[in-house]
C-alpha cells in the first residue's frame, strides 16, 4: 500500500511539474506577444517556483519506467542524455556564432538586425562561460 501511495505521488509530481512547465511556457510567450512586462514577471516566478520543486524532487524524477510500468533507475539513460547534451551543446555554439557573424556582415543590407547580432554573440559567450564554469566544478568535484 505504501508503495502505490509513493507511486502516485510521484505521478502528481510530474504532472504538476509538467503543468507549471506549460504554464510557464505560456506566460512567456503571451508576454511576448503582447509585449506585457506582468506575464513575463509572472513566468519568472513561476521558473523560481518550479527550480525549487524540481530540485527538492530531484530523486523522484530520475526513476524511470520499464515498458511493463515497474521503476528502475537506469544510470545508461543518464549517461547517454549527458553525452547528448554536451554534443548538442558543442554544435549549437558554433551555429549561433556563425549566424551573428552572417548576419553582422550584412548590416549594410539590414541593419536593423544588428541587434539580432550582438544577442548572439552575446549568448555564445554566455554559454561559453557556463561551461567553462562548469568544467572547472566538476573537475574540482571529482578530482
Do not use: C, Q
Not at 530531484?58 to 544510470?75: C, V, W
Not at 549549437?92 to 539580432?116: C, K, S, W
Amino acid at each position: 500500500m505504501d508503495s502505490i501511495n509513493k507511486e502516485i505521488n510521484r505521478k502528481i509530481k510530474g504532472f504538476s511539474i509538467f503543468l507549471l512547465v506549460i504554464i510557464l511556457a505560456l506566460a512567456w510567450i503571451i508576454g511576448m506577444i503582447f509585449a506585457d512586462l506582468k506575464f513575463f514577471i509572472f513566468g519568472v516566478f513561476i521558473l523560481a517556483f518550479l527550480i525549487i520543486v524540481i530540485y527538492k524532487s530531484r530523486d523522484d524524477l530520475k526513476i524511470l519506467r520499464n515498458k511493463d510500468g515497474t521503476a528502475m533507475k537506469d544510470e545508461r539513460n543518464e549517461f547517454i542524455s549527458e553525452k547528448a547534451g554536451y554534443h548538442s551543446f558543442e554544435t549549437m555554439m558554433p551555429i549561433i556564432v556563425f549566424a551573428g557573424v552572417a548576419i553582422l556582415t550584412l548590416r549594410d543590407i539590414y541593419p536593423e538586425y544588428i541587434i539580432l547580432a550582438y544577442n548572439l554573440f552575446s549568448i555564445a559567450f554566455l554559454g561559453f562561460i557556463i561551461k567553462r564554469i562548469a568544467i572547472i566544478y566538476y573537475k574540482k568535484k571529482y578530482d
